[in-house]
């Protein structure tokens, strides 16, 4: 079992700026390749983006891409997400994901059906 805690979420203003933590007490950490997902009220999750366990590659939404950053520490076993430049449509329940797989393919890497392990979630609200 992998428990995944995540951190950081919050009310932030348009145009803002949060980061988010994601961390777990398991040793074997950078085994494992993460992600991060989200979720809007009366939406299917999306995924937002994801890393390598070597930090090596990285992967993003184009909804993201130029605004948030993924990087991990795996002497500390936690993943973040640097949200700049945040819009409405940014407001989510922002979820990491861990799988040991990587997934070379895009259609698989932002498949929520291929992470086998989930943290609970963090609400980002962006608001004027």
């Known amino acids: 079992q992998m428990q995944l805690v995540e951190s950081g979420g919050g009310l932030v203003p348009t145009g803002g700026s949060v980061r988010l933590s994601c961390a777990t007490s398991?040793?074997?950490?950078?085994?494992?390749?993460m992600a991060w997902f989200r979720q809007s009220q009366g939406k299917e999750r999306e995924f937002v983006a994801t890393?390598?366990?070597?930090?090596?590659?990285?992967y993003y939404a184009d909804s993201v891409k130029g605004r948030f950053t993924i990087s991990r520490d795996n002497a500390k076993n936690t993943v973040y997400l640097q949200m700049n430049s945040l819009k409405s449509e940014d407001t989510a329940v922002y979820y990491c994901?861990?799988?040991?797989?990587?997934?070379?393919?895009?259609?698989?890497?932002?498949?929520?059906?291929?992470?086998?392990?989930w943290g609970q979630g963090t609400q980002v609200t962006v608001s004027s």
């Open positions: 398991r040793q074997t950490f950078s085994d494992f390749n």
């Open positions: 890393i390598k366990w070597d930090g090596e590659s990285t």
């Open positions: 994901a861990a799988d040991r797989f990587w997934y070379s393919s895009s259609d698989a890497a932002t498949d929520s059906s291929n992470y086998v392990y």
